[in-house]
């Protein structure tokens, strides 16, 4: 084995060592995601999503079980399986070529379901329909990189797909930006007029969605960097292995924040439908469509029910105030 160290460009831990603490960081978020799911199937609130967010929650869980399995075999594969040859050690296996494959399949999906919050936020099918483009290209891109990967026996000839995998990664953080700033502006637009607990909320929604994407767009840029500046070492499949886990943590967690939303509302003396129709002096709201809009959005949007069929015009008109 000490000749074949000697006659790679990298040493060896540039090798595996990013494999063993790609594994450890992926298996520890996939932990984090379980508690999620566990904390979403035991609330009740579920029985109020729609049968497809449900379904995509089943999805996450599969897809994301079995990636993590996988690099769990991938560290069997390195540390029993091929102990003593030193020819695999500089061979491709075929879980780190999946890697593209899987984490699209976690995060395509997710990728839909924020544009279709976006969707619900600003009323334009022209911009659902770019973000999809986008989400679409992003998911064919890793798909083709992992087809061409799987050609791939020895794992320096990797690097002539950098221009592949930097197109995907690239498109991957476009998404996540424009997804990211498109609902951090709706939900700032539509802010204007709103009662003072309920902009709080707002806020709230807003930086937890800013915290999330930082946290993938922080991976996706690592993956760039390291996977262009060091494309003979595996130093990128310590931000790429757990890419899908990080997509699941964020959609699981927009899902179990419904509960703590609903008691902030509470808190309130007014339902939520009336206190986003009051307002001191109507004039100083643009439009009633605004308020209502805001409250079908993390009612019925945020909180993801599943009566999608709810339209803005349904809340209560303000009653006249004798004032």
């Given at each position: 084995m000490s000749s074949t160290t000697m006659s790679t460009p990298m040493p060896i831990k540039l090798l595996l060592g990013p494999i063993l603490v790609g594994t450890i960081l992926n298996t520890c978020l996939y932990g984090i995601c379980v508690s999620q799911f566990t904390t979403y199937f035991l609330s009740k609130r579920r029985l109020e999503d729609s049968i497809v967010v449900r379904y995509l929650v089943v999805w996450e869980g599969i897809i994301n079980t079995f990636h993590t399995a996988l690099f769990v075999y991938l560290i069997w594969l390195y540390m029993v399986d091929n102990y003593l040859n030193g020819a695999f050690v500089l061979s491709a296996p075929w879980p780190i070529t999946a890697v593209p494959l899987l984490?699209?399949?976690?995060?395509?999906?997710?990728?839909?379901?924020?544009?279709?919050?976006?969707l619900r936020l600003s009323q334009s099918p022209l911009l659902f329909a770019f973000l999809a483009i986008i989400t679409l290209t992003n998911g064919a891109i890793a798909v083709v990189t992992s087809v061409l990967a799987f050609a791939v026996h020895i794992y320096y000839?990797?690097?002539?797909?950098?221009?592949?995998?930097?197109?995907?990664?690239?498109?991957?953080l476009l998404n996540d930006l424009s997804l990211t700033m498109s609902l951090v502006f709706y939900l700032n637009k539509n802010r204007t007029g709103l009662f003072h607990k309920t902009k709080n909320i707002v806020r709230r929604l807003t930086r937890s969605t800013l915290e999330s994407a930082a946290f993938g767009s922080l991976f996706s840029i690592m993956v760039l960097i390291t996977f262009t500046k060091f494309p003979k070492t595996a130093l990128h499949l310590v931000f790429s292995a757990p890419m899908g886990r990080i997509y699941a943590s964020t959609l699981l967690s927009t899902l179990n924040r419904r509960e703590s939303l609903r008691e902030d509302l509470a808190g309130t003396n007014l339902e939520f439908g009336e206190s986003l129709n009051f307002h001191a002096d109507p004039s100083s709201c643009p439009s009633n469509t605004t308020a209502s809009t805001i409250a079908a959005n993390i009612t019925q949007d945020q909180e993801l029910e599943a009566d999608s069929s709810r339209k803005p015009s349904d809340f209560s008109k303000p009653e006249e105030s004798s004032v």
């Open positions: 984490t699209t399949l976690s995060a395509t999906p997710i990728q839909i379901f924020m544009a279709y919050r976006v000839d990797g690097s002539r797909l950098t221009p592949l995998v930097n197109s995907w990664v690239a498109v991957m």
